[in-house]
């Protein structure tokens, strides 16, 4: 079995800092690559950021240059750096792990439940 935590949400007005953690445990065989994903209600899920385990990165247009993803060489731990936050960053924020379970697993999306994270005007 395999859980994915996300911690570090909450609300902060805008033009501060907050640093968003996600960890992965369970029966791991290798983590493939992990991202952040938000979701605000009614509105589809937008990947935010994404790293390999090779540490290759990428970010959605809106937050380059504002937030900064990061992890472990075996990405059994991730950060999101968010600085210059804006009331438009607010959202539910979701780890997604892609990993597999053993030698014979081609690799799985695992998800987290969410943090939320507000910002305020």
């Known amino acids: ?5 996300e911690s570090g949400g909450g609300l902060v007005q805008a033009g501060g800092s907050l640093r968003l953690s ?4 369970g029966s791991i065989f290798r983590i493939n690559a992990m991202a952040w994903y ?3 209600p009614g509105k ?5 950021a994404h790293i390999t385990r090779g540490g290759s ?9 504002r937030f900064t993803i990061s992890g472990d060489n075996a990405l059994n731990t991730v950060y999101l750096q968010m600085n210059s936050l804006k ?4 959202d539910v ?3 997604n792990a892609n ?4 030698v014979l697993d081609p690799g799985s999306d695992y998800w987290g439940k969410g943090t939320l994270v507000t910002v305020s005007s």
């Open 57 to 65: 990165t990428n970010y959605v247009d809106s937050v380059k240059g």
């Open 87 to 90: 009331p438009e960053d607010t």
């Open 38 to 40: 938000r979701q605000a």
């Open 22 to 25: 996600c960890a992965a445990s």
């Open 1 to 5: 079995q395999v859980q994915v935590v």
């Open 44 to 48: 589809r899920r937008e990947l935010v």
């Open 93 to 95: 924020y979701y780890c």
């Open 99 to 102: 990993l597999r379970t053993g």
